[in-house]
């Protein structure tokens, strides 16, 4: 009775975070957490947006497998920002939802919520994006890919694409969102990568915020910047084909004047591959409705789950981007 009446006052205390504008789903009473009037599992989903093709199958992914497994799902779309998130998390205890997940839009600043989380007895899964807390009591399980070994690959092409050569490379990278986990791993991981060789220098570095048309608008400035830029490393696919307009639009040949190396794998960039505008790009799997929803089961039964879970993923080049366009999901 005592943590009953502790979850009925936490509920008291957050009712004024209510979930605004960033919610696509409202609850409604009764139906939600392990007051189920049909007994499903009900899991709180607190996405980071929709700025990119990979982030629409994502969401994708994860609405058609919470209704395949006959889970109640109450969704959120931050708009890429994390207050946004953070209230919809405090909606999610407030609602007493059975288990929590949510891709971060940033690695840090989650320690309090995800604390009100654990106090209220709600498990929670990160989904493709890590936190940055030194709590990991605070989240049950990872559920994703390995941004650092992204950029390692992408960086691994690079050395090899130039092996044999000591002629200088300059390189210009688009970031990511600033502070976001694929963002920082990305990045480490390619540096990495490329560290050994000193023909390789980045010469600009900047946020596109994952999305194309920031990609495109950090392009230009980069190409009126610097007249000697050989390779572009993109953190994501959107960013990559935004940068791809502005060198068209510069007079150059994307993917022969300038290299161009992408993550993620969205069809987009496929076909870019197909035409010779994008050399390499290194898989980052959406598809993780499946082993979510498997996750959240377990979870949610008190079972244990590994630490960290990982999807399977590909690095692909244009000689193979004909033969695996038609069998893209997104």
Not at 229 to 245: C, E, P, R, S
Request: proline share 3%.
């Amino acid at each position: 009775m005592a943590h009953r009446a502790l979850r009925i006052i936490v509920a008291a205390a957050l009712a004024g975070s209510v979930l605004t504008a960033c919610t696509t789903e409202p609850a409604t009473t009764g139906t939600t957490g392990k007051g189920s009037s049909d007994g499903k599992l009900v899991l709180g989903f607190a996405q980071v947006g929709a700025e990119s093709g990979w982030r629409t199958a994502n969401t994708k992914s994860i609405r058609e497998a919470a209704e395949k497994a006959g889970i109640t799902l109450k969704f959120s779309d931050a708009q890429q920002k994390q207050e946004n998130q953070i209230k919809a998390i405090r909606t999610f205890i407030q609602q007493k939802v059975d288990v929590i997940a949510f891709s971060p839009v940033v690695e840090s600043g989650w320690d309090t919520v995800l604390k009100e989380a654990k106090n209220a007895g709600i498990p929670v899964i990160l989904t493709d994006r890590a936190v940055d807390s030194q709590d990991t009591s605070l989240y049950r399980t990872f559920l994703g890919s390995d941004f650092v070994k992204e950029g390692q690959e992408a960086g691994k092409w690079l050395v090899k694409e130039y092996e044999g050569s000591s002629a200088p490379v300059n390189l210009v990278e688009l970031q990511g969102t600033t502070g976001s986990a694929p963002a920082n791993d990305r990045k480490a991981g390619f540096a990495d990568a490329i560290k050994g060789d000193p023909k390789f220098k980045v010469v600009a570095s900047q946020t596109g915020d994952f999305t194309r048309a920031k990609g495109k608008e950090v392009m230009q400035a980069f190409l009126k910047s610097h007249k000697d830029i050989d390779v572009l490393y993109a953190h994501n696919d959107d960013m990559a084909l935004g940068a791809i307009q502005a060198i068209e639009e510069a007079g150059k040949k994307p993917g022969v004047d300038i290299k161009v190396i992408s993550v993620d794998g969205i069809k987009d960039a496929f076909v870019a591959m197909q035409e010779k505008k994008i050399n390499v790009v290194v898989e980052c799997n959406p598809l993780l409705g499946d082993q979510l929803m498997d996750l959240v089961k377990k979870v949610a039964a008190g079972e244990s789950v590994p630490r960290r879970v990982e999807v399977k993923e590909g690095v692909f080049t244009q000689d193979q981007a004909a033969a695996a366009l038609p069998g893209r999901q997104y």
